[in-house]
């Protein structure tokens, strides 16, 4: 029977993790290599909040050398999941073993073969294209561990964002193989209550908006 992974499964999740579990681990990727036209940098950290799920934040770095809008994810698993086990707000497009999902939302060209190597990647399309505001400059959302350890779950992830430099015409592509883990226990915030009442308002709407594609 196929799992379906949705929005109340995961507040479930987030609402176990702050009531029972006050210990996570977390990975962080950090050193990226650029491979587009502007540099960007970001900071990457996952966390295995112990609730059936990796949590999952990428924000460009406050001393980035640019700023831009974050358009695409990407990302290689050491195990397999389907398009129903990502949940996130921002997210509008879930590519499978793909690296276009068109709108500007690729990582073909140098450095696709750090994803293509691997058995399981995926692409995520962040936000719309052609926005002239409102950029999104971090977002989260979480994937689906099902019992895997978070210490090898990944093996590479990219960060794809538009309307980079001083006129805006600019364009980044960041790939990290380098992962950091840290197995030390850190808190779990508080302020995870109010991701959940936020999510219980996401649940329709998100997953209405988000489609996925087979390659």
Known sequence: MKKNYSYAAMLTGLLMAASG?????????????????????????????????????????????????????????????????????????????????????????????????????????????????????????????LGNSLENAFSVFGVRSQSVGPNGSGSSKDISTTVTFDGAPVPVPSAVWFMGSSLIGLMGFSRKAKTSVQA
């Open 21 to 145: 579990a006050t210990n996570a681990a977390s990975v962080l990727f950090t050193a990226f290599d650029q491979y587009g036209s502007d540099p960007v940098d970001y900071v990457v950290s996952i966390d295995d909040l112990t609730a059936g799920f990796f949590n999952v934040n990428v924000k460009i770095a406050e001393n980035s050398p640019n700023q831009g809008d974050i358009r695409g994810i990407a990302f290689a698993l050491n195990y397999e999941i389907t398009a129903d086990d990502i949940s996130g707000s921002d997210i509008t497009k879930i590519g499978l073993n793909t690296l276009n999902n068109k709108d500007g939302n690729n990582f073909n060209g140098q450095g696709s073969g750090l994803f293509t190597g691997e058995n399981n990647y995926f692409l995520l399309s962040i936000g719309s294209a052609g926005s002239s505001s409102g950029f999104i400059t971090s977002t989260n959302f979480a994937i689906a561990s």
